[in-house]
């Protein structure tokens, strides 16, 4: 099992620009793919982001060209630099390890994007 703990949520005015961290630990070395998680307030939890153990991205449309998703293997760290932050982003975002035998998730962090 991995344990993630993400950070770097808070509140940001439109147009402006969070980065969040996911740091993980336990049997990191199972890990075949991370991914960013979101879930705004009366909405279904949505994909995001992912990111291969060989560094390959792919994204959710409405994150294209503004989210970037990226991975530090030495500190076992998944980061999503959000850039250009509309008020639709605002929501719990979670980050998951995926282990060939199972997802583990992460506590979540607020992300508030204000108009």
């Known amino acids: 099992q991995v344990h993630l703990v993400e950070s770097g949520g808070g509140l940001v005015q439109a147009g402006g620009s969070l980065r969040l961290s996911c740091a993980a630990s336990?049997?990191?070395?199972?890990?075949?793919?991370m991914a960013w998680y979101r879930q705004a307030p009366g909405k279904q939890r949505e994909f995001v982001a992912i990111?291969?153990?060989?560094?390959?991205?792919s994204y959710a449309d409405s994150v294209q060209g503004r989210f970037t998703i990226s991975r530090d293997n030495a500190k076992n760290t998944v980061y999503l630099e959000m850039n250009s932050l509309k008020p639709e982003d605002t929501a719990v975002y979670y980050c998951?390890?995926?282990?060939?035998?199972?997802?583990?998730w992460g506590q979540g962090t607020q992300v508030t994007v204000s108009s």
């Open positions: 998951t390890a995926r282990r060939t035998d199972g997802t583990d």
């Open positions: 336990g049997t990191s070395s199972s890990i075949n793919a």
């Open positions: 990111i291969t153990s060989a560094g390959s991205g």
